[in-house]
């Protein structure tokens, strides 16, 4: 029994802690972007979505992380190299604070 709650608590930590930093969560597919969770600046989602239709990415989830206070992209490692580097870029432009600004879910 305490092993069960061990193990429920620490999943309990490791969601909250994981989505302590998110700022964004984006869904990409063929037909653009849309987001899922968190805020983002219009612009943003407009920038993002036109890459994933360019690219014609398959069905994927990427997160926008603050970390030392500028977003960062996470990104899964089936997106091709170039499309990565592509959402990088528009996420660079934006400081943490045109997210908390910026349209939510």
Known sequence: ???????????????????????????????????IRGRTPPELLSDIAEIARRAAVPTTVVRVITEGGTPRLIAPTHLPDAVVQQLRNVVGRHQAAHFRNGRGA
């Open 1 to 35: 029994m305490w092993l069960v709650s061990l193990v429920a608590v620490a999943l309990f930590l490791w969601f909250g802690l994981r989505r302590a930093n998110e700022i964004s969560v984006f869904e990409l597919s063929r037909d653009g972007a849309r987001l």
